[in-house]
């Protein structure tokens, strides 16, 4: 078994075996606070702070999917999304082949819910899960733009059109309105600017009417950047408390359930985030080419455990070429569409991520290195799940221990 303790050096001694090398040691000072705007703000050296926290370790207990599986119930195509019921059964997101599976604690298959098509209970875009108070599962369907409600014993319970908003991932509240994320466009040629951004996070009532949004974006000066630039994840705790981490900046926030900014956090990387080259948009009469600027990536993901700690996927550095791959999609008009991933997907283990842990007040209290690819991360009680969804095609289920 893996096991990776929070802010260790690790050398491997087996293929999956990690030997705990040294004790970590606290820097004098680990962090910088100050009071912004009447905000919290925490400038976290690289690290972080551990001082009279418990040590933190993670230990591999399990993977759901592969691959190479034989098993349909495994067999994940682009899985894309979580959710973890009171009694433990774990539902997975399987967007690409329109489903939803179930799974027991122990990683057994229990039941599908939904599949491919246009009807009550039919996906055709699903892009992400919750979970209520109750056991109700949702699911955001994009192409449909609806969110599909099922009971906890998976039927049909209700359909909320989300015309309105172009939503990307779907978390409930437990006062009952959601949060939600969405696209962002960096809009066409001689599309005017903007004098206002929308702001990062939706908030949503029961029928899916809007609410007031919260969360600034920051202007790196033209759409496209700020579009890219702008991309977060974001995670609830106990409390509805909503965090966000940023896939390109070096900014991780915790708000009220109003949308109130509590604090916000950066760390030391190892990497600028300077925008390395602006996007373009190259326009004729008959076609339009627009190519992403390019960017430093800083954050894969974020969670939030039961004590108010939020995990944060980060970058230990960034990329190489031998580990790339992509994504092509493909298909016809009034036809489906495939879905392949071209590159070295035989490559599953990497030094590029790390998790850090973040103390309920912004304070970095250590990094646990990672050895796969992590494309989301989800916390339920004492246990994280990351998911490898190109390469292993899989999830990995950690249990957490303290001392």
Not at 2 to 24: A, Y
Not at 321 to 345: D, L, P, Y
Request: proline content about 5%; aromatic content about 8%.
């Amino acid at each position: 078994m893996n096991k990776l303790p929070l802010s260790m050096s690790f050398l491997p001694v087996l293929s999956f075996s990690l030997l705990i090398s040294s004790p970590f040691s606290s820097p004098a000072s680990a962090q910088k606070i100050e009071t912004v705007e009447g905000v919290r703000v925490v400038h976290n050296n690289k690290g972080g702070e551990r001082k009279t926290h418990p040590r933190i370790s993670i230990e591999l207990i399990r993977t759901i999917g592969d691959v190479d599986t034989t098993d349909e119930n495994l067999a994940f195509d682009n899985p894309g999304d979580m959710a973890v019921d009171d009694l433990g059964s774990i539902f997975i997101l399987d967007s690409g082949n329109c489903r939803v599976q179930k799974f027991s604690p122990e990683g057994e298959y229990m039941a599908t819910i939904g599949r491919e098509g246009q009807g009550p209970g039919e996906f055709s875009g699903p892009r992400s899960i919750d979970l209520d108070a109750k056991g109700f599962l949702y699911v955001l369907d994009v192409n449909q733009k609806r969110i599909q409600v099922f009971t906890p014993e998976g039927k049909e319970h209700k359909i909320l059109p989300t015309i309105k908003c172009n939503l990307d991932r779907l978390r409930v509240l437990a006062c009952g309105p959601f949060v939600a994320g969405s696209y962002t466009s960096f809009g066409g040629p001689g599309e005017p600017k903007k004098k206002i951004q929308p702001k990062l996070v939706k908030r949503l009532d029961p029928d899916c009417n809007l609410l007031p949004e919260f969360g600034e974006r920051f202007d790196f000066g033209d759409k496209m950047t700020n579009a890219v630039g702008n991309s977060c994840h974001f995670a609830l705790d106990g409390q509805d408390q909503i965090y966000l981490s940023f896939a390109y900046q070096n900014r991780v926030e915790r708000y009220s359930p109003e949308g109130r900014l509590v604090w916000r956090a950066d760390r030391e990387l190892n990497y600028s985030t300077k925008v390395i080259e602006r996007g373009k948009q190259e326009v004729t009469k008959t076609s339009a080419k627009f190519t992403a600027p390019k960017m430093n990536r800083v954050s894969g993901g974020i969670a939030v455990d039961d004590r108010g700690r939020a995990w944060v996927v980060t970058y230990n550095r960034q990329i190489k070429r031998e580990e790339e791959v992509t994504t092509v999609v493909s298909g016809s008009v009034g036809g489906g569409t495939t879905r392949k991933i071209v590159g070295n997907t035989d490559l599953q283990t990497t030094d590029m991520y790390k998790l850090e842990i973040f103390a309920p007040d912004g304070v970095l209290l250590g990094v646990i290195p990672l050895t796969q690819f992590v494309d989301m991360i989800h916390v339920w009680k004492d246990r994280v799940f990351l998911l490898d969804r190109d390469r292993g095609v899989k999830f990995y289920q950690y249990r957490i221990s303290e001392n």
